[in-house]
């Protein structure tokens, strides 16, 4: 009786009140961005935000620079397919935040560091900072704007009716004016009011959701019942429990722990306390995401089974048919707050990269000032990339999320091995991390490529080797190109000489305690101070929380 697809509503206008909701939450974001665009005056400020932050607003910016719309569309959908399993990358990201706070944040704070590249070329050369800075603003610009962009196009166009490309122009423009203003700060406490936001109204659309199918455990009886086993045999195309448990920490190591977009808002905290803090308040808010993105993807599937067999439609057709006047205004803000809150990440973090790791580089004397405007010039240009990928946001396939995991699978093991082993043993060198990163970046080429030259053919590779090649799950992959690439860097590092262990003060476990010169790239700056004795309770008492609740849950929903 609950079955409504005959009478699915397919699109719908927008009412008064919903429009004054998302209007009042442009002014918000605009109001914060303007007042940060004012008070922003150094580099530090800038890039760091003042290194001033507390964990509430980095856990919150943390949270919502992840959450992007590519999660509503891409978490529901994969929901409205496959069930629960796809949430297994939310609560595994819950566990790698803790490993961000509890390991890689001290030596990030204590080196004193703007980026991801500027440690990797401390710990090892020049040549790997290119590389990790290169990589990752190309990664920024073909997958996460891309995807985004298209994301929040699929459900405004559903919902709404906004062309796909006006839509596209609005939101890149918006996000590039208080993200060009106000600097990290700017970017930061507009994530804050952002994740409230979010929060509010897609929790209000699974409550609604639920309450439709008559409660969870109805809602069992109404799909398939392996949609709510997260645990999947080997053998799953999608994800098998070895992919999920071996592989998929691979990928989060390094993009919870090495990308510039989620660092950088660790190292803008007042001291380490507030910084592990801030990564323990995310891992909470990461359960979120699969009850209240995933859950309502598998509401869609049983509500409306007609107008989910494109997946992409799971999220927009429940906001369409399920949601009141004033709460549509609401979830369409959330939805806005998404993309606007990742996309500002985006382009400050990508900004900062093209500043301090290539501007800096090639003119060490350049000015405070000079930086900023730089820096803003940069975010400016990474605005204009994302005008140009409008045109052919319309291209990027169905089934979002697993394609941006896969791409991630191919870029991300050699990054988390340089940076793993990095810190674990100083003989490493950086002649080994530049063999291995390069040979990790033929590997994923290698079978990215590949794996699109397949479907242009309809999948007619015939030779052994490629379709093994091809046909392994993406996060197996990713565990081969792990072992390859560290036992590349191991092997070519032992054949090389040792680096000096004085260039390796305070970078891994073994010289944590020597003596180390903080000159991250030539700007004066304040260096954030340790965590206290209270601090350091508090955190250990809310990770073994958030440990015991994960654990907790994958026993629930094995």
Known sequence: MLFASSVAVTHRALATVDL??????????FGIGMYFARKERTSEDYFLAGRDIGWFFIGASLFVSNISTEHFIGLSGTGASSGLAVGHFEWLACLILLI??????????????????????????RQCAVYLAGISIIAYIFTKISVQLYAASVVLERVAGWKLWETAVVLVIATGIYTVAGGLAAVIYTDTVQTLILITGAVALTIIGLGRVGGLEHLRTMVPPDYFHMIKPSSDSNFPWTGIFFGAPILGIWYWCTDQVIVQRVLSARDEGHAKAGTIFAGFLKILPVFMLVLPGIIAFALFPEQVKKPDFAYP??????????L???????????????MSSVFNSASTL???DFYKK????????????????????????????????????SQLYIYLQSVQAYISPPISACFILGILWPRLNGSGAIASLLTGFVMGAARFVMELADRASGGHFDSPAARWLIDMNFLHYAIFMFVVCSVVLIGVSLMTPA???????????????DKMETIAVGIPQR????????????????????LATVVGLWIYFR
């Open 317 to 326: 057709t429940l906001v369409l048919n399920l949601l009141p006047v004033g």
């Open 20 to 29: 004054v909701i998302i209007g009042v939450y442009f002014a918000i974001v």
């Open 527 to 546: 260096k954030p101070a340790f965590e206290t004795p209270t601090e350091h309770a508090i955190n250990v008492v809310f990770s073994l929380m958030l």
């Open 354 to 356: 093209v500043t301090l």
């Open 362 to 397: 090639l003119r060490p004397q350049a000015s405070e000032k000079q930086l900023v405007n730089f820096g803003r010039v940069a975010t400016g240009v990474m605005v204009l990339l994302g005008l140009l990928w409008v045109p052919f946001i319309h291209y990027i396939s």
């Open 499 to 513: 680096p000096d262990r004085k260039r390796l003060a305070g970078l891994t476990f073994a010289t944590v305690g």
């Open 328 to 342: 549509v205004g609401l979830v369409m803000a959330a939805l806005l707050a998404a993309v606007m809150g990742a």
């Open 100 to 125: 961000l706070g509890w390991v890689f944040v001290p030596f990030y704070l204590r080196s004193n560091v703007f980026t991801m590249p500027e440690f990797l070329e401390r710990r090892f050369n």
